[in-house]
């Protein structure tokens, strides 16, 4: 990382250009099912900035993603940026750990997960935090990536950034390719959605690494496959919550909708209590909901989503032994029924998905699910380290 009184290397900077719209104006995740479709929506919108034509160097690539459009590199890009932890999840599969420079909030990026794949480690402690009471141009300009894993617009329209802040940074330092994928809750998000894998294909073009994707791609199918052929007939409504303080007293509420964040979800088929009964997600405005209010919605189980790693001794602590003694909570159903569960993390990419959608499996269906591992770790750590022959 250069000092702040030198300059970047330009040697380094491996933008050529950028086309299409830099959109002003939240998402999807994918499943069986999911992956291949189509789920996109176009803005008519735009600005008049990353408008100039591009075309690749012979040596090089492009990558075309909303709302920036296309992105070409003279080479792969090495040193590289995300904000939120599904995309340095995603590059992590990618096999591109070595060159992870920062991370908006550690807490928010599961790195603990990596523990289970042989070969595979990431030290969060290492990692630049973009988020320090607020995140300014300063630090990207001292972290000096090749490329930016970022949705611009999320730098607008969630961190206060101006439309000249994020061509200052893209012209001096190096170019945004991300899109909003985690929810799909905010309103400014007027252009086209991806889901998990979708996004994660796009970063696969962006390292070239398409053989990891597929790898990985497949195996998702069959893990997904094999979880749904075990699931009952009738699954349950839940409440996916995040506790405003701790121990809880009320929530915010997180509606399953289209968002990478709720994937384990629909790969599970729960219902969600929250959307039936007219509740806003926390992340579209809503307010938070406290025991009396949840009284009347009675999920038949709660997830309670926690960021950072949550030892069961801390969620059992903390969250389910006070709900079982709280004068209302403990009549709800889910608590007298001990359906409260550890809910897992916002950002999840390829890797952490899978151990929140074993977790969730767990948490819903203990009778089925409980102790099992239902993914091959070792699997999953030889496409990571690039041992992909299978």
């Not at 970022?150 to 206060?160: G, K, S, T």
Request: with cysteine; charged share 25%.
């Amino acid at each position: 990382m250069p000092s702040e009184d030198e300059a970047p290397d330009p040697t380094r900077r491996r933008l050529l250009g950028t086309g299409g719209a830099l959109l002003t104006g939240g998402l999807l995740a994918g499943c069986v099912g999911e992956r291949g479709e189509s789920t996109a929506t176009e803005a008519g919108s735009d600005t008049d900035s990353n408008t100039e034509a591009t075309t690749a160097a012979p040596d090089g690539h492009s990558v075309t993603m909303a709302p920036v459009g296309e992105v070409a590199f003279e080479s792969d890009p090495e040193r590289w940026l995300p904000y939120t932890g599904d995309y340095a999840d995603m590059g992590v599969a990618l096999g591109q750990a070595d060159g992870l420079a920062g991370i908006g909030v550690r807490a928010r990026f599961g790195t603990h997960h990596y523990d289970e794949l042989p070969g595979v480690t990431v030290d969060a402690e290492s990692l630049t935090e973009l988020w320090q009471g607020g995140t300014g141009k300063e630090v990207f300009h001292e972290i000096d990536a090749d490329v930016h894993v970022i949705d611009p617009n999320f730098m607008r329209n969630r961190l206060q950034w101006s439309q000249a802040d994020v061509e200052e940074v893209r012209e001096r330092v190096a170019p945004f390719v991300g899109n909003t994928v985690f929810t799909r809750a905010y309103d400014w998000h007027d252009y086209e959605y991806y889901t998990l894998y979708e996004a994660f294909e796009k970063l696969a073009e962006l390292f070239d690494e398409r053989a990891r994707y597929e790898a990985f791609a497949a195996y998702h199918d069959e893990v997904v496959t094999d979880v749904r052929a075990r699931l009952p007939e009738s699954t349950p409504d839940i409440a996916v919550l995040y506790p405003a303080e701790v121990p809880p007293e009320s929530f915010y509420p997180y509606l399953v909708g289209e968002g990478t964040q709720s994937k384990q979800w629909r790969d599970l088929r729960v219902g969600d209590a929250l959307a039936k009964s007219g509740v806003t997600d926390a992340q579209a405005g809503g307010g938070t909901l406290d025991y009396e209010a949840l009284l009347e919605i009675d999920p038949d189980a709660i997830a309670v989503r926690i960021q950072g790693e949550i030892s069961e001794e801390y969620f059992e602590e903390n969250v389910v032994s006070h709900m079982e003694s709280h004068d209302v909570a403990s009549e709800l159903t889910a608590v007298e029924e001990g359906r409260v569960f550890y809910g897992g993390l916002t950002y999840q990419g390829p890797i952490i998905h899978l151990f929140q959608l074993e977790q969730a499996a767990q948490g819903l269906y203990p009778e089925e699910f409980e102790d099992e591992e239902l993914f091959d770790r070792q699997r999953v750590a030889d496409v990571v380290t690039g041992d992909i022959e299978r």
